[in-house]
């Protein structure tokens, strides 16, 4: 029997080694990475039945039948059987010399330690510190093993390159692991991204080095069969895991200094939608957990304000609402987005000098896509936040805090108007000696002004005059001390010029940000309110000047933003069509039922001083088409 195995292994070693220089070789290290995913994936699915691991429907779940978890064991064993397997069959060299024997073995324990985590965690569920703790683990192996980000990019500190390193490896386990939410979608998007990596190194002639990533592609293949929607099982956190892992760590050992572009731009670009999705995740439950912290909101059903808690609003979640819960359609989409970054990845490979404006035009079209659709929620919760904390006044580290965020303005817009007028950054010395001469005098007259004794959340267009007013006295008084001791710098009423413009414009768009951002919020509640079906469609009767009042205090006293307006109605004929505080003015009086009707409104809020029998009539017709109706007063009376 030994004989006959001896024997029967020579012949296929000398068969690989004959095909050692052919392109058949890639094709059955992804084929037979396949068939034994294909094979195996029905095994754990049967074994999870079993054991219990099912993920059952409930409100936060896509699927509505319990279905089996855990079967990305299939993908993980596939994988490192046929590394194993062409390793043993080419004399324990490597993958085609590309990864060693060491890197091989580190990669098959990171595989296993991920493995245990993630079969006990989809068994039984681990505590997230101990899940952290195993990720931890496994990047410090592969770290000091020599997979690093120094080893592929610039020289640095070893303490430096290690948090880099580890911080790249977790985050993408962690990035596949919350982007596994529909049926194919983390086991689709590491198959695109795997192939996106090995076509890069293949128009960079580099083929051997594709071997690991046609491998990966093929267990990820033969996995899909059962993972499509509908999907029969999941990949749990044991394959998840195993995902982010081998597309971390991969790009690290084939990666060198002289190709940049395929080995940071292609591993960021082919990972970049779980990355954004896990990027959004943390900003989002982060503010979420302040706001629930300070008790400002409710978040019933958006991850209950913990950071490290699930919730509802992941790409995949926010795209499903939007297609109707047709999981294909999602699904499609994301494949499609995953693609063109594999596109522009591989362009940049050939057009090499003109890939930055290839990367620039790809940020911007992805950008449009994201601001439009994607990031409103975590943008309009963290404006909420902000605005929340802009109306705590009662902090005694307010005027403090105020003064060293002007400190730190005015010594930015120095330096910069220093590099912007010399084009030059200024020596330690110059830095040393002008610069406080220049914020001091400027800080002194601010706090002469009673600059910080103002509210600036109800500033009017004097209090930005005397703010001026005081940049430019404090200018004026740096200037003179200036010439007084340093008569050598001709140009230096030029450059207090500048700076003084700069600085006015920089402090004025620091205490104007609050209003900014309600003007931000009122518009990125229309998107993220507009298709919530308990959201309130009201209407605003009135376009004057108490608009904005009601709009001020909608921001403030409103926590809940539970109302969307719509747009305005007013009686002067001028001001149909056009837009008041950013809404658009439908009509006036005498369009209200046509105005009701077409915008389904919910209920409408007068703003407008009227008679008493004009008042009487609007509400009357406004109750007839069963429209609730309030109104905002804030006018002088006589008491």
Not at 451 to 476: E, H, Q
Not at 544 to 559: K, V, Y
Not at 593 to 622: K, N, S, Y
Request: charged share 20%; hydrophobic share 50%.
């Amino acid at each position: 029997m030994n004989g006959w195995f001896a024997q029967d292994f020579k012949f296929w070693k000398a068969f690989v080694e004959k095909l050692s220089d052919s392109s058949v070789k890639y094709l059955l290290m992804s084929l037979g990475a396949c068939l034994i995913a294909l094979a195996l994936t029905p095994v754990f699915r049967s074994l999870a039945k079993k054991l219990g691991m099912v993920d059952k429907p409930d409100p936060r779940r896509i699927n509505k039948v319990p279905i089996p978890r855990g079967g990305g064991a299939a993908i993980v064993i596939a994988v490192n059987l046929m590394f194993w397997l062409y390793a043993a069959l080419t004399g324990f060299k490597g993958l085609g010399g590309v990864f060693d024997m060491a890197w091989l073995r580190v990669y098959t324990l990171g595989s296993l330690i991920l493995g245990v985590i993630g079969f006990l965690d989809d068994r039984r569920g681990l505590p997230a510190l101990v899940k952290m703790g195993g990720q931890l683990l496994v990047a410090s192996l592969f770290f000091f093993s020599g997979v690093r980000w120094g080893h592929v990019f610039l020289r640095f500190p070893v303490w430096f390159d290690y948090f880099f390193t580890v911080f790249w490896i977790v985050g993408a386990i962690n990035a596949f692991n919350l982007i596994d939410g529909l049926d194919g979608l983390a086991s689709g998007l590491a198959l695109i991204a795997s192939l996106g990596l090995a076509g890069s190194l293949f128009f960079q002639n580099r083929i051997i080095e594709t071997l690991p990533y046609l491998t990966f592609a093929g267990a990820c293949l033969g996995f899909l069969r059962y993972n499509f929607n509908p999907a029969t099982v999941f990949l749990g956190d044991t394959g998840s895991m195993f995902l982010g892992m081998s597309l971390a760590t991969l790009p690290l050992m084939s990666g060198s200094r002289s190709e940049l572009i395929v080995s940071i731009g292609m591993p960021l670009l082919v990972m970049g939608v779980p990355i954004f999705d896990t990027f959004l995740a943390i900003w989002r439950r982060t503010v979420r957990a302040l706001l629930t912290k300070e008790k400002k909101r409710d978040v019933e059903d958006q991850g209950g304000g913990a950071v490290m808690q699930p919730d509802k609003d992941h790409l995949h979640h926010r795209l499903l609402r939007m297609a109707q819960n047709n999981q294909r359609v999602v699904v499609y989409i994301l494949y499609a987005v995953t693609a063109f970054l594999v596109l522009v990845g591989i362009g940049a490979t050939f057009l090499q000098d003109r890939s930055p404006g290839l990367f620039l035009v790809a940020f911007v079209a992805l950008g449009y896509v994201v601001v439009r659709h994607f990031d409103c929620v975590e943008v309009w919760d963290t404006g909420r936040l902000l605005s929340k904390v802009s109306q705590d006044r009662s902090t005694r580290f307010a005027i403090p805090l105020s003064i060293l965020v002007d400190i730190l303005l005015l010594n930015a817009i120095w330096l910069f108007t220093w590099y912007f007028q010399f084009d030059r950054l200024p020596k330690r010395t110059n830095i040393l000696a002008a610069l406080p001469v220049f914020t001091v005098p400027i800080l002194v007259s601010m706090v002469l002004c009673k600059i910080y004794n103002r509210v600036w959340a109800r500033s009017r267009v004097r209090d930005f005059i005397v703010l001026c007013f005081a940049v430019f006295l404090g200018s004026c008084v740096a200037v003179g001390c200036f010439a007084v001791f340093n008569q050598k710098q001709p140009s230096m009423i030029r450059f207090t010029v500048v700076y003084t413009f700069f600085a006015a414009l920089a402090l004025a768009a620091v205490r104007v940000w609050r209003e900014s951002m309600i003007g931000v919020l009122g518009l990125l509640s229309r998107h993220v309110l507009l298709d919530k079906p308990d959201t309130k469609r009201v209407l605003v009767y009135g376009g004057g000047m108490t608009l904005r009042s009601f709009l001020r205090e909608r921001i403030e006293r409103d926590p809940n933003l539970d109302r969307i307006i719509l747009g305005v109605l007013d009686d002067d004929p001028g001001l149909r069509g056009r837009m008041v505080a950013g809404f658009e003015v439908f009509g006036s009086g005498d369009d209200l039922e046509r105005v009701v009707a077409e915008h389904r409104i919910h209920a409408v809020v007068i703003t407008c001083v009227m008679t008493p029998e004009r008042l009487a009539e609007i509400v009357d017709r406004f109750k007839k088409v069963g429209v609730k109706v309030t109104i905002w007063r804030s006018e002088e009376a006589e008491l």
